[in-house]
């Protein structure tokens, strides 16, 4: 009987995928190819903020200064980019008011070749920010200065679109209030399909087929037919060119980071996920260095549009950042007749219904106001305050954290108490210091000690306080100094270790005189 042959496997065949390789693969596939209703909802969210994005792209480049094109390209250029380079899913990037505010002096003054060298510019400073890790500081942005935000940002949303009432035919108020209804109501019966969507088809279908003559999309601007070109900036390569748009560059990559790190902080709470705050940054400034490259305006993340995708249309993945931007292109050159069509208030009312959404109703019931602290309410008013001066996000992002210092630092300034014990014998006073000691709380330390009347040897003890800063240290050094004029010893104990270092480190080098 013949020995059974041993088969050795092929090694030219393909090797079996492990079970923890498959399972690793599945792992790292997005969600929107796991479920088919995942897909569903991203592409259809996509679909209705690149809808929305198109009348916002033509108003932000009229703002600017140029031609339409130059802001829907930019659009889907930062759109495209983020959805792979960003940070925070589901978030929109594209041409902004914010940047086109920043960024129309230059190109009113200097043209559209400095405009673009200004875009690449500042995508490059915010990779440097990125990486120097700024967006650390959005943690000393206190809930108060987020709910202000929160509460300008949609009041802005709503105050883009009053222009849009005024001096209209009056058809376009029933329309509006006929796409409010259908956007409240439709979900009762599915949400398979974003309202906003259905709400746009229908009254655009109503008014082509009635003939209706209200303000269009069209009446906006000519769409561009086109895919944009990449190429470089037409401005001479020179130290003039640099210093030219260097300031412009600053102003719009600041500005840009602070509205795009606020964007995503409020996505994170919405969708109770975290995000990576300095990939955000980073990708920012990458976003802008190729919308630059191809001719845009630049941009940064869209408020109103990234409520659209992930409050009102249920978008979590970066599918629907994607293909707002991509959809944005195809609707523009392949559907550019049937879009400009569409009637603007269509899209007025979902951006009303957007701004509703957006706005912290529970923030200002009087149930909450009258348990809120009143430095917080003032925290909050003056940050709406600011941001709807200005149209600014930024500048009232700042106003409303530098309140929120000042009321802070005046809470705690009040904190610290010092209480003072004489021996029985006489002979020396124990002063016991509690609380934090900075420069609010140490100014009027100094007068808290009775320098005539105190025995020969005095004690401060600190183990209840904090050393904060170099105020602290001269305010300590102070009172050595007023009872050493009357000749009298200080002694200072109970230092935690941080106190110490720094005590140590700065005491009698604050004055000069040593």
């Not at 505010?101 to 510019?121: M, S």
Request: aromatic content about 6%.
């Amino acid at each position: 009987m013949p020995a059974p042959r041993r088969v050795c496997p092929s090694t030219t065949g393909p090797a079996p995928l492990s079970t923890s390789a498959l399972s690793a693969a599945a792992r790292l596939r997005p969600d929107w190819l796991k479920d088919p209703k995942v897909w569903r909802t991203e592409t259809l969210a996509g679909l209705v903020v690149a809808l929305a994005l198109i009348p916002e792209a033509i108003s932000f480049s009229i703002i600017a200064g140029v031609d339409p094109a130059i802001g829907l390209f930019a659009s889907f250029t930062m759109a495209v980019v983020i959805s792979v380079v960003g940070g925070r899913r589901a978030m929109i990037s594209a041409a902004t008011g914010a940047v086109a505010l920043v960024i129309a002096p230059l190109n009113r003054e200097h043209g559209l070749g400095y405009l673009v060298a200004a875009v690449i510019l500042a995508g490059a400073v915010q990779i440097v920010l990125g990486v120097l890790g700024v967006a650390k500081l959005m943690r000393f942005v206190p809930r108060s200065v987020m709910v202000g935000f929160v509460n300008a940002l949609a009041i802005l949303i709503f105050m883009a679109q009053v222009p849009e009432m005024r001096d209209v035919p009056w058809p376009v108020y029933p329309l509006i209030i006929g796409g409010l209804a259908l956007m409240v109501l439709f979900p009762r019966i599915t949400k398979a399909v974003p309202a906003p969507l259905v709400s746009i088809v229908i009254l655009t279908v109503i008014t082509l087929a009635a003939g209706i003559a209200v303000p269009t999309v069209g009446d906006k601007g000519d769409l561009p037919s086109s895919l944009p070109v990449p190429g470089l900036p037409d401005v001479p390569f020179t130290l003039d060119t640099l210093t030219t748009i260097a300031p412009y560059a600053l102003a719009m990559a600041l500005v840009g980071l602070m509205e795009s790190l606020m964007t995503a902080k409020l996505v994170d709470d919405i969708t109770d996920t975290h995000s990576s705050k300095t990939r955000e940054s980073i990708g920012q400034g990458i976003a802008n260095i190729v919308t630059g490259f191809f001719g845009g305006m630049g941009g940064c993340a869209m408020i109103g549009q990234t409520m659209i995708n992930v409050r009102v249309s249920g978008a979590r993945t970066r599918l629907s950042t994607f293909l707002a931007g991509a959809f944005l292109m195809v609707l523009c050159i392949v559907f550019g007749p049937v879009v400009s069509d569409i009637p603007m208030a269509a899209l007025v009312a979902v951006m009303v219904m957007v701004s509703f959404a957006t706005f912290d109703w529970h923030s200002i019931a009087p149930r909450t106001l009258r348990r809120m602290p009143a430095g917080e309410i003032a925290v909050m008013v003056i940050t709406v305050a600011v941001v709807v001066a200005t149209h600014n996000l930024a500048i009232g992002v700042v106003a409303g954290t530098l309140t929120a210092m000042a009321v802070f630092a005046r809470r705690v300034a009040h904190v610290a108490d010092v209480t003072a014990v004489t021996d029985p014998d006489g002979a020396s006073v124990v002063y016991s210091v509690t609380g934090a000691l900075f420069f609010a709380s140490s100014n009027d330390l100094v007068g808290r000690f009775a320098y005539a009347t105190d025995p020969d040897r005095i004690v401060i003890d600190l183990t209840a306080a904090h050393i904060w800063d170099a105020s602290s240290v001269a305010a300590l050094d102070a009172i050595g100094t007023k009872y050493a004029q009357r000749g009298k010893t200080v002694e200072i104990v109970g230092l935690n270790e941080a106190s110490a270092r720094m005590h140590e480190k700065l005491s009698g080098e604050l004055t000069g005189s040593h």
